[in-house]
């Protein structure tokens, strides 16, 4: 049977239609835009730089969350998405459970001498991760990689300095020195939690 003039005209409409949806999807994806991230903000490239290497995920489908805040369970994951996502590892936490996304990540940071409890059986997954933390567990993954700890900073020269509790001295002058941890204002902020824009930076940084 042949098909009508008509019924060709609606075949190629449909094509048409259809090409323009897919065309539309891909530019939205390969964008990695967020309503909340303006291309003028501090850390929109940053952003833009660890969605497209899959490192972070929005919020929601439009959301980044640039100003929420972070927790270990989640700094670990990101971490172990780069380090591209090793398996067989069990944690020895009671907080870690196995149904937990983070489970993975745990278990192989915590092999790897990377991460170290709040207390002996504690990781505290679901505490928001402070920024001297977030410092620290980077450092010890920089020094895994045998990556140049150079530049340090001098946390004398800033007015919350003093207050980087001991363990993370050597990681915040190394994530200050080399401006992967933002200090302003002349504060470092180290016992701050850390906000999901402040991590993008220093893992955009880190790459």
């Keep these: 049977m042949k098909m009508s003039t008509y019924g060709w005209r609606r075949i190629l409409a449909l094509v048409v239609a259809v090409a323009m949806c897919c065309s539309l999807g891909v530019t939205a994806h390969a964008s990695g835009t967020y309503a909340d991230v303006p291309t003028d ?3 929109y490239e940053a952003v833009m ?3 497209e ?3 972070f ?3 929601d489908e439009t959301h980044f969350s640039p100003e929420g ?3 270990r369970g989640m700094f670990v994951t990101v971490m172990w998405r780069y380090e591209g996502k090793p398996s067989g590892y069990t944690p020895n936490f009671e907080d870690v459970a196995e149904t937990d996304y983070f489970f993975n990540a745990v278990g192989w940071a915590s092999a790897q001498g990377l991460i170290k409890g709040v207390s002996e059986n504690l990781f505290g997954s679901s505490q928001n991760i402070s920024r001297e933390q977030m410092a620290t567990m980077m450092y010890r993954y920089a020094t895994s990689k045998n990556v140049d700890m150079g530049n340090a900073a001098e ?3 800033y007015t919350d300095g003093s207050t980087v509790s ?3 001295v050597d990681a915040v002058r190394w994530a200050v020195g080399n401006g992967l941890l933002i200090a302003d204002s002349g504060k470092i902020r180290p016992w701050d939690d850390a906000t999901r824009a402040e991590t993008a930076v220093l893992w955009a940084g880190f790459m």
Excluded: R
Aim: charge should be neutral.
């Design 41 to 43: 903000a501090w850390y």
């Design 49 to 51: 730089k660890v969605t």
């Design 53 to 55: 290497a899959s490192l």
């Design 57 to 59: 995920v929005g919020t």
């Design 69 to 71: 805040n972070l927790t």
């Design 155 to 157: 946390l004398s020269e």
């Design 166 to 168: 001991a363990f993370a």
